[in-house]
């Protein structure tokens, strides 16, 4: 614990030098202490530089964690202080996001205040071989390869005592997390209407628009996943009224319990938006219970940020297992799913460019030379937050969009759109049906359509995301691993995707909302025309 005053600290530097040790990205280090810097300079304003401080800068397990402690009476930086308002809001949207990107909490105990700024996640070198899913995998088939070697009795035990009990707790720990995770975090996503809504009035326009273009990816995905995977003739289709009926009945909830015991993620999502709607219609007369569900929300994602250890274990024995029984063949046709994907990828960000170039009436070269660098960023780093501080900028000087907007778009759109998780949650069920010889229904589709739409939005995470929607068609868990570590191998491609069609949407929603200037995109042409023709 080291001492300080407001007007004279380390704190900065200290934080900085953990941060770096940890290596977390450098635009959310600029971040980080950015806003260590807004709360002491409001606690100075509000106490004088020479009030005494105690701090401590602490490594966790995949982001930093600095606390500040003063002795005085209770003055919440949420609440007070010139930065107060956006501190509030931004931490309202981290919320949303599992705390994507820098979060601030606090709490006040004992007559002392004590802060809490945590980092964002320390994001993955952009070498393939680098990234932990992939040295897992890659663990697990040479195990898998030497475990085959062994004699059969040892083999198995090793197989059915070990390694799949593991898997399979491991397995329920991230199933039985993500339900009370997805819960509050879709319970905050509403109440952000409120406070949204009375500062830009597009609350409601944005998680509309979210989820319209989420069921939009989706259902491209289903088309090329069909075309990929054409498991039609297997055993008929199913287009009985009666069942379609019963799916969607079934995603009402019966109880308030029954929910969270049986795992059923489409009715926590129904139960969800319901809380939501009527936490916004009863306003301050349940500030208590809003209150309760923010610090629920924020235990859970703690406890989620724990849970982020046991990721790799999934598709180490996954794919170990499915070598070490003499199911490599299994592994390797993953080519397929890694195809497809780059194919969906590839046609979705094709349809969205023609139509944003053509319904704003902007230059494809004039839009790529303004986005490229972040693009790139993204892609060489595999990694939106890597870019976050680029992502602001490019949006205020080259694409002329209102700050005010940005603000709210940008870290909402990186916690809830993400179109490439739509489409992996989409086609990985289609690899695994082709595999097992499952039927494909209109039962199975409607399942698939609804589960990737809520997942991409809810954002759990690619393991925890494959585990809900496998569990939820009945398919063995023992796939999971494998397509977790297939999407790594496309992440890097699949991240640069996923932010030009944020980027593209932003422009879009800011175009029709009037929150864009386009003559930046003119002034572009103009400059470019006056270089061709000097004269």
């Known amino acids: 614990m080291e001492t300080a005053t407001l007007g004279k600290n380390n704190i900065i530097e200290d934080c900085k030098a953990v941060l770096v040790k940890k290596k ?20 100075s304003d509000l106490l004088g530089p020479d009030q005494e401080i105690r701090y401590k800068v602490r490594k966790r397990i995949d982001r930093v964690e600095c606390n500040i402690y003063i002795q005085a009476d209770k003055m919440d930086p949420l609440e007070e202080g010139q930065h107060a308002e956006e501190r509030a809001r931004q931490k309202t949207i981290g919320n949303v996001q599992f705390n994507r990107d820098t979060s601030l909490s606090f709490r006040y105990t004992k007559g002392c205040n004590i802060v809490t700024i945590r980092s964002a996640r320390r994001t993955g070198s952009g070498n393939i071989l680098k990234q932990p899913m992939v040295q897992a995998a890659l663990g697990g088939l040479i195990l898998g390869l030497l475990c085959q070697q062994l004699p059969a009795g040892t083999n198995q035990f090793i197989i059915n005592e070990i390694s799949t ?11 039985g997390i993500m339900g009370p995770v997805m819960f509050v975090s879709i319970v905050k996503a509403v109440g952000l209407l409120d406070s949204i809504d009375d500062l830009t009035g597009l609350g409601s326009t944005i998680l509309i628009r979210f989820l319209i273009t989420a069921v939009l990816v989706a259902v ?59 936490l916004l219609t009863l306003g301050d007369r349940v500030n208590g219970l809003v209150d309760l569900i923010e610090q629920l929300a924020e235990w859970l994602i703690g406890f989620m940020n724990t849970i982020l250890i046991i990721m790799p274990v999934v598709p180490f024995l996954s794919i170990f297992n499915l070598v070490a029984k003499g199911q490599i063949s299994t592994f390797l ?47 060489s780093t595999a990694s939106s937050a890597s870019a976050l ?30 179109a490439s998780s739509t489409m992996f949650f989409v086609l990985a069920p289609f690899f695994v049906a082709e595999l097992t010889g499952m039927h494909i229904s209109v039962a199975f589709l409607f399942i698939v359509l609804l589960l990737a739409v809520e997942l991409s939005m809810a954002n759990p995470g690619l393991t925890a995301g494959y585990t809900i929607i496998f569990q939820a068609l009945s398919m063995s868990a023992e796939h999971v691993g494998m397509f977790s570590a297939f999407s790594v191998v496309i992440r890097n491609f699949s991240a640069a995707i996923c ?12 175009w029709k909302t009037g929150h864009i200037d386009m003559s930046c995109f003119d002034k572009e042409a103009d400059s470019q025309e006056n270089q061709a023709n000097p004269d």
Not at 24 to 42: G, M, R
Not at 251 to 275: D, R
Not at 337 to 355: D, E, G, P, Q, W
């Open 24 to 43: 977390i990205s450098e635009d959310n280090v600029e971040i980080f202490n950015l806003t260590v810097k807004e709360v002491l300079d409001d606690y």
């Open 165 to 175: 009990p593991i898997l399979s707790i491991s397995l329920s720990i991230i199933s």
């Open 220 to 278: 491209a995905s289903i088309v090329i996943g069909i075309c990929f995977f054409p498991l039609f003739g297997k055993g008929g289709v199913d287009v009985s009224p009666a069942v379609m009926i019963e799916l969607l009945l079934d995603i009402i909830p019966t109880s308030l319990v029954t929910p969270f015991v049986e795992n059923n993620y489409p009715q926590l999502v129904v139960l969800a938006l319901g809380m939501g709607a009527v």
């Open 333 to 379: 046709k993953g080519w397929k799913f890694i195809v497809a994907s780059y194919v969906c990828m590839a046609i979705c960000i094709a349809i969205k460019l023609i139509k944003v170039c053509l319904k704003c009436k902007i230059s494809f070269p004039i839009l790529w030379k303004k986005t490229k660098p972040v693009i790139v960023k993204v892609f």
């Open 389 to 418: 501080k680029m992502t602001y900028e490019m949006s205020r000087e080259e694409l002329g969009i209102d700050p005010a907007f940005s603000s709210l778009w940008i870290p909402l759109s990186n916690g809830m759109l993400d």
């Open 499 to 510: 932010m030009a069609y944020r980027i593209l949407e932003h422009i879009e929603v800011a």
